[in-house]
C-alpha cells in the first residue's frame, strides 16, 4: 500500500470521525464489503443466557438496513447448537422469515456463506455422530439456505460437497476460502486437516498471488474461514494452558503454517471462530483477538458468538481497498453498526 497508504490512513481516520462526508467517501474508494459472524448456535434459546435466535434476526436485518452495499455475510461456524434435522429447519425458518420481512420493506437479506464448526457433529453434550453423515446433513441443509436466498451478482453460488469449499467475491475476482475437520478427533472440539486439504489451500493461496501481476483492481486478498482457533493465536487457543486446554483448536497447526501459510503471505486474510471471546473490554485490537503469523503474515482475526451473548450481538465488517483490507469489529444493533475498533492491514 506504498502509493495509497496516505488515502487510505485519511480515510480511515475519517470513518472515525464518522461525519457523513467522510462515510461517501469511503463508500466510494471501497471494491466491495462483506460481514463475518460465526457461533450462531441456532437451537440454544433454552439454555440460560443464550439468545441464538434474536441475536441473529438483529444482525441480519442490521447489515440488510445499514449495510445494503455487503455483499455477503459468512458463517464461521456452529451454525448450529445440535446436528439434529430440527435445528437446522429452526435454522432455515429463521433466515426465511427474516427474507420475508425484508422483502416486505423492499430490502434484500444478505447472500450467506455457512462453514461448518464441532457443533455440527454434536447431538448434545459429548456426544458426536458419525462423521460423513453429519458432513453430508451440513452441506444439504446450508446449500438449502442459499438456494432460498437465492443467487447474487457478484458472488458465486455453487453448492459445497466437501470438508472445504471455495466461493469467489467481488465479480469473481478474489477468493473466500472454507476449511473443515477432515475427521474427528478424540476431543470432538478439535479440527484435523488432511494434507490433501492443505496442499489444496497452498495451491489456491499461490494462483491468488500470482494473480497480482495481472490483475486490474491490483493487489488482492484471500480470505480464509476455519472454525477452530490456530493454535497460540488468539484468546483460548493456548492447548497448554489448563483453561483452554480441552476447548478445542487446530491440531496440525504447524503443518497448515509450514505447508500453505509459509512465508510472505500478508494478502492471506484469516478468520476463526470457536472461542465465544466478545469485543467487551481490552481483547479486541490486542493479541487476545487478533495474531500476526510470522514469517507468513498473514492476519487472524477471532469472531465473537452470535448466540451467546446478552448484549448486542457482534462480529467483524469487512471493507476491500485496491491496496488493502480494513477489518472493523462491530456491535449489530436495531440503529445501525456501532463500531467497536479496526484494524488495516497493508499489502
Known amino acids: 500500500m506504498n502509493k495509497k497508504r496516505g488515502l487510505l490512513s485519511f480515510l480511515i481516520t475519517t470513518i472515525t470521525a464518522l461525519s457523513v462526508f467522510s462515510v461517501a467517501a469511503v ?35 442490521c447489515i440488510a438496513k445499514y449495510h445494503s452495499n455487503d455483499q455477503c455475510v459468512v458463517f464461521n461456524g456452529d451454525n448450529v447448537d445440535t446436528a439434529y434435522q430440527d435445528s437446522y429447519d429452526q435454522l432455515y425458518n429463521t433466515i426465511a422469515q427474516v427474507k420475508n420481512d425484508l422483502s416486505s420493506q423492499g430490502k434484500t437479506i444478505p447472500y450467506m456463506y455457512f462453514n461448518i464448526g464441532n457443533h ?18 451440513f452441506n444439504y441443509n446450508t446449500n438449502r439456505i442459499r438456494s432460498m436466498i437465492g443467487s447474487r451478482a457478484g458472488v458465486t453460488d455453487t453448492n459445497r460437497a466437501n470438508s472445504y469449499d471455495l466461493q469467489y467475491i467481488n465479480n469473481k475476482n478474489d477468493r473466500l476460502a472454507f476449511l473443515g475437520t477432515d475427521e474427528l478427533p ?7 486437516l488432511a494434507p490433501s486439504q492443505i496442499d489444496w489451500l497452498n495451491s489456491t493461496i499461490i494462483k491468488n498471488k500470482n494473480e497480482w501481476t495481472t490483475s486490474s483492481r491490483g493487489k488482492k486478498p484471500m480470505f480464509v474461514f476455519l472454525h477452530q482457533p490456530l493454535q497460540n493465536t488468539v484468546y483460548g487457543s493456548d492447548p497448554t494452558n489448563p ?3 480441552d476447548w478445542g483448536t487446530l491440531l496440525n497447526t504447524d503443518t497448515l ?16 471462530g470457536h472461542t465465544h471471546r466478545d469485543f467487551d473490554g481490552s481483547y479486541y485490537g490486542d493479541s487476545e483477538n487478533f495474531c500476526t503469523l510470522t514469517p507468513s503474515y498473514s492476519s487472524v482475526f477471532g469472531v465473537p458468538s452470535i448466540g451467546n451473548t446478552d448484549g448486542d450481538p ?30 488495516t492491514i497493508n499489502f
Open 27 to 61: 463508500k466510494a474508494n471501497a471494491q466491495y464489503e462483506f460481514d463475518v459472524i460465526s457461533d450462531t448456535h441456532i437451537g440454544s434459546d433454552d439454555m440460560g443466557g443464550w439468545h441464538a435466535t434474536r441475536n441473529l434476526k438483529t444482525t441480519l436485518n
Open 186 to 192: 478424540s476431543n470432538p472440539c478439535d479440527a484435523y
Open 120 to 137: 455440527e457433529y454434536c447431538f448434545g453434550g459429548t456426544n458426536t455422530g458419525n462423521y460423513q453423515t453429519c458432513l453430508n446433513n
Open 243 to 245: 483453561n483452554f486446554a
Open 314 to 343: 457482534e462480529g467483524y465488517h469487512v471493507t476491500v481497498y485496491s491496496d488493502g483490507v480494513v477489518v472493523q469489529g462491530v456491535k449489530y444493533t436495531s440503529s445501525g453498526t456501532v463500531q467497536v475498533n479496526t484494524r
Open 257 to 272: 503454517k509450514q505447508y500453505a501459510l509459509r512465508t510472505n503471505h500478508p494478502e492471506v486474510i484469516m478468520f476463526t
